[in-house]
């Protein structure tokens, strides 16, 4: 009966002790974790969503600090087990997935790339199809505005990547390369399987729901790239500087990487917000033009060149992707050691491990800030360019 009494005292003063220990835990270091939502007593907030630590951050000169100067520890993803195991267990979809072999010879395939787009290789292709989209808008009044729009962006990137012309909007690969992105980006999803959340369960044995929708998603895919890169190899694109013929060059020193290929996708998102600003803010619209009929004239269209003359449809253009950029969030990155993160002043503490997102938003619209979340961000100016230093 006493050992009944006491043990309520009992819990008290581990209750007390377990405070006491988090207290000093938390003031002992001087790095800490930054700021984040206000948790339970003793608890904090262990209950809340994601397990793992996620931090946003809202500061240009700190996102560069941590992802372009200290790439060698933060450049790695976050992976999801439904995507990891099942969805695309080959890891072709490198920029998902933690780093490894391919994707540091991908990414050095899709530098040399980029590296072309800016040196204004693809300018040529960019006006032929600037101009087939005026003609089409033309033709039909803009009434297929939002499809001419979709078009063009993926024809300029098909083109490229595998030699696929769109001029319609309606080929039959683009409508199923369209069809594989939308369901890509489903499975991708978090919330895609239940084993996201509880790994174990992918223990079971036998054709499970989530194992039969990844395999009919990757042979439904793993036919669809095939077919595109054998056209743009060896079928009616073969003569074609693509981007398919980079990556399956065997002279080069990281060989044949058609499998990588499929990273390639497309979006017009950025196109779409600039006709949502022509409609909510209408005003601009008369400057734009009348600056362009004063360098480019009646008796021609618009070309690369004229682009340095142009300063307020430069701004127009610059103002569209700030305003709404298409990846609001960023891409995740995970950190790979633990690390202190210098901010305003004060030292914080990253663990390995660790979920870390640029939040472009964020970034774009002045907000300067480093949270641990969950929660959202806050306002604030004059934020102090961000330090590291080893743990």
């Not at 988090?22 to 262990?46: E, M």
């Not at 808008?137 to 030699?163: E, P, Q, T």
């Not at 990273?263 to 409609?279: D, K, N």
């Not at 690369?304 to 430069?314: A, G, I, Y």
Request: charged share 20%; proline share 7%.
């Amino acid at each position: 009966m006493q050992g009944l009494l006491l043990q309520p005292a009992t819990v008290v003063a581990i209750a007390l002790f377990g405070g006491v220990y988090l207290l000093w835990s938390r003031t002992a270091s001087r790095a800490r974790r930054p700021p984040g939502p206000p948790g339970l007593p003793l608890l904090g907030n262990i209950l809340q969503a994601p397990v793992k630590s996620v931090f946003l951050i809202g500061d240009i000169s700190l996102a560069k600090e941590i992802l372009e100067k200290h790439s060698a520890k933060f450049s790695s993803r976050p992976n999801l087990p439904y995507l990891r195991d099942h969805v695309d267990p080959a890891q072709l979809y490198w920029a998902l997935h933690k780093q490894n072999e391919s994707h540091f010879i991908a990414r050095r395939l899709t530098t040399g790339l980029m590296a072309a787009v800016r040196a204004g290789e693809t300018e040529p292709l960019q006006q032929f199809e600037a101009l087939l989209n005026v003609t089409l808008l033309l033709d039909d009044g803009g009434k297929n505005w939002f499809h001419h729009i979709d078009r063009v962006s993926a024809s300029m990137v098909l083109s490229v990547a595998f030699g696929l012309h769109c001029p319609t909007g309606q080929e039959p690969d683009l409508l199923e390369i369209v069809a594989c992105l939308v369901r890509l980006a489903k499975l991708v999803n978090p919330l895609a399987s239940i084993t996201n959340v509880l790994p174990f369960l992918d223990m079971i044995p036998g054709p499970m729901p989530w194992r039969k929708r990844a395999q009919t998603y990757r042979k439904r895919e793993d036919a669809l790239y095939e077919k595109l890169i054998t056209r743009a190899i060896s079928g009616e694109a073969s003569g074609m500087n693509t981007w398919a013929d980079v990556f399956t060059r065997e002279d080069k020193p990281e060989g044949d990487q058609h499998r990588l290929l499929n990273q390639f996708a497309t979006t017009a998102a950025s196109m779409h917000t600039f006709i949502l600003a022509c409609i909510l803010y209408p005003e601009w619209i008369p400057r734009a033009q009348r600056e362009i009929d004063a360098i480019v004239g009646e008796d021609r269209l618009p070309s690369f060149k004229d682009r340095p003359h142009l300063p307020f449809v430069e701004a127009i253009v610059r103002e569209t992707l700030r305003w709404r950029p298409a990846a609001r969030f960023g891409i995740p990155h995970q950190s790979t050691a633990d690390e202190v993160v210098e901010y305003k002043g004060r030292e914080y503490f990253i663990p390995k491990g660790s979920i870390i997102f640029a939040v472009t938003w964020s970034v774009l619209h002045t907000c300067n800030v480093l949270l641990q979340t969950p929660t959202f961000f806050a306002q604030g100016n004059g934020a102090r360019s961000g330090k590291i230093r080893e743990p």
